[in-house]
């Protein structure tokens, strides 16, 4: 099936959610560290996996002062993107080929202090049956953390419904697209803030991309190097808006504790989108 | 000076109508009012919160499972609904002024938004339950209440046990409710003209 309205609107705000939370918010560090060579089963055995010990490495370079790595060292020599280097953005690693599994890998880069994920589950199913593992604040010798397991502090995006609605003569209508966030973190502070500084953004626009715009490919590399986030009020474009219509934010009121060390605190950010459109066209 | 003349009738007129005219307007814009608050009250999804948590899905919007009042998570002891018949009974109207076409009134209706805003979900301030219920909800409500049920501070009251497998998921389905209510009497409302007033 080619992709359709919703799937361009999900990946945009996906796209837009995170370049905002990591360009407004300043949410990210900036990290030197090790990558560990460990063994991946869904991974060709033509490469060899170093994980670091944290995951979600920021991939925008538009977002000011992050480091997004174009390639790591390797022991102490810089090797570049390439066929036989893959950045796994997403998973906090780098797939590599003729790379003895004894090498010393290190790089620097910048981590998301909040994992992003496009979610399918319902957030019932994402506060109860999900178990999370966080993400290390503080490197430790000797570790890399798993690759696909979810981690927190994280936002959820979940595309919710869409409605079209008559809004003008000759086949335009309005149509709303509801988009929710659950929001995890580990602490009170980052889930004021994440909810803060969403609740600002009603009224704003942001661009509607293609969903084959999605910049990073099935193993989390970037299609092309370096990808810089379009903002729409840098080129404004009213042909491919997408309006912010409202925004609620809440919190959870029920702390959990998820396992014996860590602690959750959640929060709901709702928006609803709208763009005026001839779907019928 | 015929202007001023005329102006000055027109006042007198004006004055002289608007109390007679004010009572037979009143009259039935009362009776939509009323008939707009019965429908409210009436409504499944009223009836069924208004019962507590003693009531049965009447609305099968959890396909007869559960209540409406547990899956949303209220206290027990709490009137959910007074909120938004307050609001309601907020609607009123008001003579405005004579014109060469007739009389102008404004009638102050709730909107929405305002019935969002009062009707906060017992375990995310900042979202509505009345807007979930035309949006759609889901389980967590329910899910602090599975939780806490056994437990003294329960939000639903210990006693209250409703027939479930305890790990299993109910769905919401979701109603027309405030919305549909609210723009349906606006019109009705708008349709309030002279041809409509008993004299």
């Known amino acids: ?269 709702d928006f609803e989108i709208t763009q005026y459109r001839y779907p019928r066209a | 000076m015929a202007f001023q003349l005329d102006k000055s009738v027109k006042r007198q007129v004006a004055q002289l109508i608007k109390e007679d005219f004010d009572k037979k307007i009143e009259r039935s814009f009362n009776n939509i009012k009323a008939e707009m608050i019965r429908e409210l009250m009436n409504h499944e999804i009223t009836k069924e919160i208004s019962i507590g948590v003693g009531a049965s899905n009447s609305s099968n919007t959890l396909g007869g499972y559960g209540n409406l009042f547990t899956f949303i998570g209220f206290e027990a002891g709490t009137s959910p609904i007074d909120a938004i018949k307050r609001e309601f009974d907020k609607t009123v109207i008001r003579f405005r002024t004579l014109t060469d076409d007739g009389p102008i009134w404004n009638i102050y209706l709730p909107a929405p938004e305002d019935i969002w805003d009062v009707t906060p979900m017992p375990w995310a301030e900042g979202r509505s339950w009345a807007k979930g219920i035309e949006t759609g909800i889901s389980g967590v409500g329910w899910y602090l209440y599975n939780q806490k049920k056994n437990y003294p501070q329960s939000r639903s009251g210990p006693a209250i046990q409703v027939k479930s497998k305890s790990s299993s998921k109910v769905r919401f389905k979701n109603v027309k409710y405030i919305s549909d209510i609210l723009s349906r009497y606006e019109k009705k409302f708008s349709e309030l003209d002279e041809t409509t007033i008993p004299t």
């Not at chain 1, 090797?79 to 080929?97: C, E, F, I, Q, W």
């Not at chain 1, 936002?155 to 919710?160: E, L, N, P």
């Not at chain 1, 626009?205 to 490919?217: M, R």
Request: charged share 20%.
């Open chain 1, 1 to 269: 099936m080619k992709p359709q309205y919703q799937h361009n609107v999900a990946t945009s705000f996906a796209l837009w959610f995170d370049h905002h939370l990591l360009s407004e918010g300043e949410a990210f560090s900036n990290q030197t560290g090790k990558f560990y060579n460990y063994e991946d089963p869904r991974i060709p055995t033509s490469y060899k996996v170093f994980g670091s010990s944290h995951k979600q490495f920021v991939f925008d370079s538009s977002v000011s002062g992050a480091i997004v790595p174009s390639g790591v060292f390797v022991n102490s020599v810089f090797k570049p993107r390439s066929s036989a280097l893959v950045m796994d953005y997403v998973n906090g690693r780098v797939l590599t080929t003729g790379v003895a599994a004894t090498a010393n890998v290190t790089g620097a880069y910048s981590v998301k202090d909040f994992s992003i994920y496009m979610s399918n589950e319902d957030e019932e199913d994402l506060i109860i049956e999900n178990n999370f593992e966080e993400n290390l604040k503080f490197t430790r010798s000797g570790t890399y953390i798993q690759p696909y397991d979810e981690i927190i502090p994280a936002v959820f995006i979940v595309s919710d419904s869409i409605k079209n609605k008559p809004f003008s003569f000759g086949g335009e209508d309005e149509t709303r697209s509801n988009m929710k966030c659950v929001v995890f973190t580990d602490n009170p502070y980052d889930l004021d803030g994440v909810l803060s500084l969403f609740a600002d953004t009603q009224k704003k626009v942001f661009t509607e991309k293609d969903f084959g715009d999605y910049p990073l490919t099935e193993y989390g590399d970037l299609k092309s190097y370096p990808y810089n986030y379009s903002d729409y009020y840098a080129n404004p474009n009213p042909s491919v808006e997408l309006f912010i219509d409202d925004v609620t934010v809440s919190k959870l009121k029920d702390t959990r504790s998820r396992s014996s060390n860590v602690k959750t605190y959640i929060g709901f950010i």
